[in-house]
């Protein structure tokens, strides 16, 4: 396994090179991307005028959600090791017409809290388990937090359990440029988190108290257009950036592909429904 430096380094090139993708799509992924977060949405249940702070924002969706939850006497920050995604953020939702609600660019292993700490509560949808150094990471998530303060994150559980997820990839891989390394065993990826013992122990390390691991199963729904989709899941994932420079019949292929991939997942006139198998996890902040 690459070091910890190597992979941070891996991480940041591959998510600035991502981040078109996911400014593209924004809209797409806030709609249909919601039921990824919901059980840590109703587990935390942010109250008004409540500090809180969103782990992965991307492209600010999920923060603005938090924010308007809180209230305009609360706060709502929302940090992302993607700079691009942050600017994008930003336009999205300005200051003048969110005045609440902020977003940060910042490696959350790195710094030694996240700028306007302490808060209230972190929520995180989908981002944890793409860190380089998870203890690092949580260590941060929870200095940021008030003494008591609580954490609701959900992550992919195992491959099995979201068996439409490497299709995009595999789909894609065959028609365009060279790929950005996939992740193997605990490194950062959709399934780094998959074994929970794996993250209580990362949690315990990190100074939290109360830790639970719960799964769900939920279903991203996406509408009955193949190509559209397709488009959209190779984007998000690690065939995008290549697909992005690839020329147009191979990104026709790429996305051809991809579809016949998603088929058994359509259900005609309806749409797609791709089943997801989540970790609900939580935790309270210790001194």
Request: proline share 10%.
């Amino acid at each position: 396994m690459p070091d910890t430096d190597t992979l941070r380094v891996r991480n940041h090139a591959f998510w600035t090179q991502a981040a078109p993708g996911w400014i593209r799509h924004a809209d797409r992924q806030d709609e249909a991307g919601r039921s990824l977060g919901a059980a840590a949405m109703d587990w935390l249940r942010p109250k008004p005028g409540e500090r809180i702070l969103d782990v992965g924002c991307g492209c600010g969706g999920t923060t603005a959600e938090l924010a308007a939850a809180a209230g305009p006497g609360g706060e709502t920050v929302g940090v992302d090791l993607a700079e691009p995604m942050v600017a994008a953020a930003r336009q999205r939702f300005p200051r003048e017409r969110h005045p609440g609600l902020r977003f940060v660019t910042a490696d959350i292993e790195t710094v030694e809290a996240v700028t306007g700490a302490p808060f209230d509560a972190v929520f995180s949808r989908m981002a944890l388990m793409l860190l380089a150094d998870p203890v690092a990471g949580c260590t941060t998530i929870r200095r940021s937090l008030r003494r008591g303060g609580r954490l609701a994150a959900t992550v992919f559980r195992d491959g099995a359990a979201n068996p439409w997820l490497p299709a995009a990839t595999l789909g894609a891989a065959p028609h365009v440029g060279p790929l950005p390394p996939l992740p193997m065993g605990d490194e950062p990826g959709p399934f780094a988190f998959a074994d929970p013992g794996r993250v209580k122990r990362i949690l315990t390390a990190a100074g939290f108290d109360a830790i639970t691991v719960q799964p769900h199963d939920v279903t991203l729904d996406a509408p009955d257009e193949g190509e559209v989709v397709a488009e959209w899941l190779i984007e998000m994932g690690p065939a995008g950036a290549a697909y992005r420079a690839s020329a147009p019949p191979g990104r026709a292929a790429a996305r051809a592909a991809a579809a016949r991939l998603f088929e058994r997942f359509r259900e005609p006139g309806v749409g797609y429904r791709f089943p997801v198998g989540i970790w609900l996890i939580t935790a309270v902040a210790t001194p």
